[in-house]
């Protein structure tokens, strides 16, 4: 790790504009990585740019923006609208919390830069970015702000109470809690962060979501089913859902009694029907998914179905994994 670390500062020291730029949708894992990063490259006294989607944010990361601005962390923001003038300075692009091409926030940019470094903890795929000049891609870590809280240690530095904050958050995220991918040094990472004023106060508020979408949520875990001896299943409603909607309700029958893998099944659009799988890592749902046409990893996989209806994926799935 102290390799890695030592040859990440070597890139950084060698170049002026550095973007971070995160995954689409941002979450506050990828949010609060580019923070801590963000902090960290200034101090080398290099100009230091985070790469977001203008219009449509995580409402978790909306709040964080406000915070950051009353707390007067000023952060220079840049969007697919105003980020041109910099390529002609040459600038090193940083990836975080991600490493398909594909569903970075503005993939195009990708082939604009000549410089790419990647930090990222999901389990490396088949698709990920080439040519970059170091990719610290690691499974190991719960999150990447467990990876950027390692990397501020080894440098020795700090960041503001508000960012360590946000950087908390993303690994609550991440982790769901502290209950999956957490391993002792990813509490080590949380208390280094709460040593340095992350509060739990501001935490849960970043993190509170409505009334009713958690009451929802709830409605579709409570109606899920078993479809066999292990495998739970949720159906959400005729509405439409977020991609992330299917995964957290996935994840979250992954925490009952006898459920070792989990599937959630919903609208991502009106002629598309997405499925989200979990598994707790005996049954691979990637296999699975591969047969909907989707794919993923043993753990977790997606697939998305064109012009087809719930109750043929759900039939489906039934169908592949057998009574
Ligand atoms: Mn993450």
Redesign the pocket.
């Known amino acids: 790790m102290n390799d890695i670390f030592k040859n990440l500062t070597k890139i950084i020291k060698e170049n002026n504009e550095i973007i971070f730029m995160t995954h689409r949708n941002m979450d506050l ?2 949010f609060g990585a580019a923070l801590c990063m963000n902090e960290i490259v200034k101090s080398f006294g290099k100009n230091s740019y985070i790469f977001i989607n203008a219009t449509k944010n995580h409402k978790s990361v909306e709040k964080a923006f406000i915070r950051l601005k009353e707390g007067n962390i000023n952060i220079n923001y840049i969007n697919r609208d105003n980020y041109r003038k910099l390529l002609k300075k040459d600038p090193l692009l940083i990836i975080l ?1 991600i490493h398909k091409p594909d569903i970075v926030e503005y993939p195009k940019l990708l082939e604009q830069v000549n410089k790419i470094v990647v930090i990222d ?1 999901h389990i490396k795929g088949k698709d990920y970015i080439k040519n970059t000049k170091l990719s610290y891609i690691s499974a190991n870590f719960s ?2 702000n467990e990876m950027v809280a390692n990397y501020l240690k080894y440098l020795n530095k700090k960041v503001s109470p508000l960012i360590a904050t946000i950087m908390l958050s993303g690994i609550e995220i ?1 982790t769901n809690s502290f209950n999956v991918k957490t391993t002792a040094e990813t509490y080590e990472a949380a208390a280094f962060l709460a040593k340095m004023g992350a509060d739990n106060v501001i935490k849960q508020e970043l993190l509170k979501e409505s009334k009713d979408e958690f009451v929802r949520r709830q409605e579709f875990v409570r109606d899920s089913f078993m479809i066999n001896r292990n495998m739970a299943m949720c159906i959400l409603d005729d509405n439409i859902y977020d991609k992330e909607d299917l995964a957290t309700i996935a994840e979250e029958l992954l925490q009952f009694d006898e459920v070792e893998a989990s599937f959630s099944i919903g609208k991502l659009s009106k002629t598309t029907i997405g499925v989200s799988a979990r598994s707790i890592g005996k049954i691979n749902v990637e296999e699975i998914m591969t047969q909907l046409g989707g794919g993923g990893h043993i753990t977790e996989a997606a697939a998305q179905i064109k012009k087809s209806s719930i109750d043929k994926v759900k039939k489906a799935i039934i169908e592949i994994v057998g009574d």
Do not use: A, K, L, P
């Open positions: 894992d990828g919390d903890h999150s990447t991440d």
